[in-house]
């Protein structure tokens, strides 16, 4: 299937294009991936998440777990009220962070939840970086606020706060991080760059690039998971590593003074990411619900994302002062927290008319055909010794009482 932009779309990848050429020709004719990606998804006004198109939902190029189902964030609360709870009865604020938070469709359902619970945070920050996004979801959260009443202080942020205590939330955000692609030569493993496709047969209107080996990998920065097995992997081994990803959760560790940081992605341990088979690595682009593996085709127009590599995120994440909590599949934690009682609660099974769209899309967040399998739930904390909120069998959180998995 090949990508068929509108004629708007084209002219917006097409200036996207011409400012990118324009770095590449002051870097020696080629950048780096990871630069090209940054480009792409984030330059101001003509990146995927900076510029004006849409993004998600059914006319957008894909659709999340909060907008499949409100019951997603509805079951995310279970795992939050203990520790609304528990900085309650200290006596401190109550707030929730989210950063990228989509359409608002997760801090709806997650502050409806919340209210019926009788525990509305007193803050709920919005740390957002597309500027059309954050438009609409003020839009939409004002309008979803007034009609239920809701009385929590919604704040937009431009950077991650100091010294937070509360909970962290992010679903479907790591994957957006710019990668580095790597591929495997006979001497040493060597960054992917890109420059610009010279071909007379390419027509002049649309923007083509492609790929050439840039600059070694230095040992030290290739993850420890890799190294150990790199003799295995044959020349020509594609694969990401994720630096901007691990100097991210260290930024999450130092803003979290106190508290927890729940994250869902699609993702795999290294064990997983660097398999043998998996030669040409996670690296995909999307566009109108479809995968494409040529992610340089239409900057600024297909979103770009590879799949999370939890190991080494997680090491970075205990050597930065948090505590992993739990980690599991999305299926395994929704079951666990409890998102079928709440399904049951609140809707007559048999009122099929109602009832069955409503499981329809629990059942596509949970099965391991659809999202229950790929997309992983993770949670880690920092709290202080003497607290221990996390530390005791009998306290484990709604969502990680189950078999969990390993790193």
Excluded at 91 to 119: D, V, W, Y
Excluded at 204 to 232: Q, R
Excluded at 319 to 343: E, F, K, P, R
Aim: glycine share 6%; charged share 20%.
């Amino acid at each position: 299937m090949e990508l068929q932009p509108s004629p708007e779309a084209i002219a917006h990848s097409m200036q996207l294009s011409n400012l990118i050429e324009n770095e590449v020709k002051n870097n020696q004719g080629s950048i780096p991936f990871a630069r090209f990606m940054d480009l792409a998804l984030y330059l101001p006004k003509y990146g995927y998440y900076s510029g004006g198109l849409t993004k998600l939902g059914a006319s957008g190029d894909f659709i999340t777990a909060p907008e499949i189902s409100k019951w997603f964030g509805a079951t995310v609360c279970m795992t939050l009220l203990p520790i609304l709870h528990y900085f309650s009865n200290s006596q401190k604020k109550t707030q929730i962070l989210e950063i990228g938070a989509g359409t608002g469709a997760l801090a709806q359902s997650i502050l409806l939840q919340l209210q019926q619970s009788n525990h509305l945070p007193d803050f709920y920050y919005i740390l957002e970086i597309s500027p059309e996004l954050r438009d609409r979801q003020k839009n939409q959260l004002a309008i979803f606020c007034q009609s239920h009443q809701i009385s929590t202080n919604i704040i937009w942020l431009d950077d991650f706060p100091n010294n937070f205590e509360g909970i962290i939330l992010a679903n479907e955000v790591l994957d957006a991080i710019p990668i580095d692609l790597i591929i495997k030569r006979v001497d040493s493993w060597y960054y992917r760059h890109v420059q610009r496709l010279n071909s007379s047969s390419v027509s002049p209107t649309l923007p083509y690039w492609e790929f050439i080996d840039g600059h070694k990998v230095a040992k030290e920065d290739l993850p420890k998971s890799l190294s150990a097995i790199e003799n295995t992997l044959p020349v020509g081994y594609q694969t990401e590593i994720h630096p901007q990803s691990n100097a991210w959760i260290k930024r999450i560790a130092e803003c979290l003074q106190e508290g927890i940081f729940l994250t869902f992605d699609y993702g795999f341990p290294a064990r997983e990411y660097y398999h043998l088979q998996r030669c040409e690595g996670t690296l995909m682009a999307h566009f109108r619900h479809q995968n494409f593996p040529n992610v340089l085709s239409y900057p600024g127009v297909c979103d770009i994302t590879s799949h999370v590599e939890w190991t080494t995120l997680n090491e970075t994440a205990l050597a930065s002062g948090l505590t992993l909590h739990g980690y599991t599949s999305q299926g395994a934690y929704l079951l666990d927290a409890g998102i079928g009682d709440l399904l049951l609660s609140e809707l007559d099974p048999q009122d099929s008319e109602v009832f069955i769209p409503q499981a329809n899309g629990i059942q596509k967040l949970i099965s391991e055909a659809e999202m229950g399998e790929l997309f992983k739930a993770i949670l880690w904390a920092k709290f202080p010794e003497k607290n221990d909120l996390m530390n005791s069998q009998e306290k484990v959180l709604p969502g990680f009482r189950g078999r969990l998995r390993s790193l």
